[in-house]
């Protein structure tokens, strides 16, 4: 998706036939569990199937003609990588043009392997970045204790489990046991982000924005810095 392209409900567009756009977005989100480069923009679109339009249909095409070109990539799973997990979870303040609701963006490795990755506009709206990255970092911890619960099943058993955040506040809020005013309107739920890292599940870490892989996630990127984070998730031309 092109980083000039802002969807919007375009009510004065014309209108294209719903069955069609569904089905479009039907097969594209069935294929973003083996293409996590397409998941944001293929996430994007899909909030317009109620009364999809013209320019709704461009950006669907516009992704299916990315994919002819590229339909040698796909996830590369090495054979010799280490039994570590690491997330990374960003969000994108704003992004939603309609509502200013924000998106979430996670990702996470077993090792240097992609195993799992989320798109999703976040269901309250934001008051601040912080608010935006903390929401998004409580995502990422729950899918954490997923996993983790799943390894335990083979017997491997891990302790905080790294989560990269590119938001310094954010991460002050979950060691900063201090309720403060800013931190007040915050959903009660998302919390229990600071619990479990106090519980030792989790540990909350810096990183910066440039190597932040779940930036792919949350928004529209140019060209080369798109290029650069599918390489480092694992999207390779197997050809």
Not at 54 to 69: C, D, P, T
Not at 112 to 124: D, R, T
Not at 126 to 135: K, Q, R, V
Not at 184 to 197: A, G, N, P, S, V
Request: charged letters at 25%; aromatic letters at 8%.
């Amino acid at each position: 998706m092109a980083t000039s392209c802002y969807l919007d409900k375009d009510e004065s567009g014309e209108g294209v036939n719903e069955t069609m756009f569904r089905g479009m977005i039907g097969s594209l989100l069935y294929l973003t569990a083996s293409r996590p480069d397409i998941m944001q923009s293929v996430c994007v679109c899909a909030r317009y199937q109620a009364n999809p339009k013209e320019s709704h249909l461009i950006a669907v095409k516009r992704i299916l003609k990315y994919l002819k070109g590229t339909t040698s990539f796909g996830l590369w799973y090495p054979s010799d990588a280490s039994l570590s997990l690491i997330g990374y979870s960003d969000a994108d303040y704003g992004g939603c043009k309609i509502d200013r609701k924000s998106t979430s963006g996670t990702c996470h490795f077993l090792g240097c392997s992609l195993v799992s990755w989320h798109s999703k506009k976040q269901a309250c709206v934001a008051l601040s970045t912080t608010e935006a990255e903390y929401i998004a970092a409580g995502n990422c911890c729950a899918q954490i204790l997923w996993m983790k619960q799943q390894l335990e099943d083979f017997d491997i058993f891990l302790d905080h489990i790294p989560l990269k955040c590119d938001n310094t506040s954010a991460i002050n809020l979950t060691k900063n046991p201090i309720m403060h005013s800013r931190t007040k309107h915050i959903e009660i739920r998302h919390h229990f982000l600071r619990d479990h890292i106090q519980k030792g599940d989790c540990q909350i870490e810096y990183i910066d924005t440039i190597h932040q892989l779940a930036d792919i996630f949350t928004k529209a990127l140019p060209k080369d810095r798109f290029y650069e984070l599918r390489r480092e998730l694992g999207v390779l031309d197997m050809s």
